[in-house]
């Protein structure tokens, strides 16, 4: 019936949301309107401008474009509208059933509330017995010593390790505060098939790379901070990963490579430049409507 199809049938993005194969995803029903987090005072572009030249990487990003928003008639601002990590949102990109994805997270209320930025990962659009099965991956990370081969291959046949390297290059390169104790999600599909069903990690929520706060409490934030020191930071979930991963001399070898050749071959000054002009001027001319507004 007409007016009862709950989809976006757009190409919202211009071509920049893909999927694994390279073609424009123009079919959206889950679409978050953002302020830009941490960075809504600021550039309003940060989290976006550093996923959108990840998006080449092999970890899953989410594609960005300004839109005006208007409530019952009444302009409302500019917002960032983005792609959300959602079943349907593996299902476009992977080719998975949506209805056998599962999607985790850190866990927020563990950390702000306890302190333990350690604590098990939760549920976000999945099921406990989800959640249970990549911490229990997590405990088996703590509890072998992946410089034997068996163990790191039982670890890299579950976690998708190019997409988790990928991951850390991102953050690593723009000193994204904010991670590895925060602002992790990761999917898999649960059926075997076409899609495989290892868990996959994704970029989120990077207002505070590109130095956003470069004094006080976040100082490693800055320019030339040291966030390399994150990656034997045991006493999260992610560090506790890759500090285990990193105990295997071929996974060493491969981030270390694989991070020479995205800063070398990808994050490339010219592209860099050609990505921030190119967002710039898209979001330049709504600044003036923003700041009218509000």
């Known amino acids: 019936a007409v007016g009862t199809d709950g989809d ?5 993005f211009g ?3 893909r999927d694994d194969n390279g073609h424009a995803i123009t079919d959206f029903s889950r679409l978050l309107l953002r302020n830009s987090g941490n960075d809504c005072m600021d550039s309003f572009i940060r989290d976006a401008y550093m996923q959108r030249v990840s998006r080449e990487l092999d970890v899953y990003t989410m594609a960005y474009a300004p839109v005006l928003l208007f409530i019952n008639g009444e302009f409302w601002g500019v917002y960032n509208a983005r792609e959300r990590y959602s079943p349907e949102y593996v299902e476009s990109h992977t080719g998975a059933n949506k209805d056998e994805v599962a999607i985790i997270e850190s866990d927020y209320d563990a950390l702000v509330l306890s302190g333990n930025p350690g604590a098990p990962f939760i549920p976000m659009e999945s099921t406990q017995a989800d959640a249970d099965e990549f911490n229990a991956i997590v405990h088996y990370i703590r509890t072998h010593d992946l410089s034997q081969e068996e163990h790191y291959q039982y670890v890299a046949e579950r976690l998708d390790v190019n997409s988790f390297m990928d991951m850390y290059v991102a953050r690593l390169f723009f000193n ?7 602002n992790i999600k990761v999917f898999k599909n649960r059926t075997e098939g076409s899609v495989d069903t290892k868990w996959h990690f994704t970029l989120l929520d990077m207002d505070m790379g590109i130095a956003m706060y470069p004094m006080g409490h976040w100082a490693d934030t800055a320019e030339k901070a040291d966030f390399f020191g994150w990656i034997d930071s045991t006493g999260t979930v992610i560090g506790t990963i890759m500090h285990g991963l990193c105990k295997n001399a071929g996974f060493k070898q491969a981030f270390i490579t694989r991070f020479a050749y995205v800063v070398d071959r990808i994050y490339t000054p010219e592209f860099m430049e050609a990505e921030l002009d190119a967002v710039v001027a898209q979001r330049e001319p709504l600044v003036e409507l923003q700041s009218k507004r509000w």
Not at 176 to 182: K, V
């Open 8 to 12: 976006l049938n757009y190409d919202l």
């Open 15 to 17: 071509g920049y949301a």
């Open 176 to 182: 994204a505060r904010d991670w590895p104790e925060n």
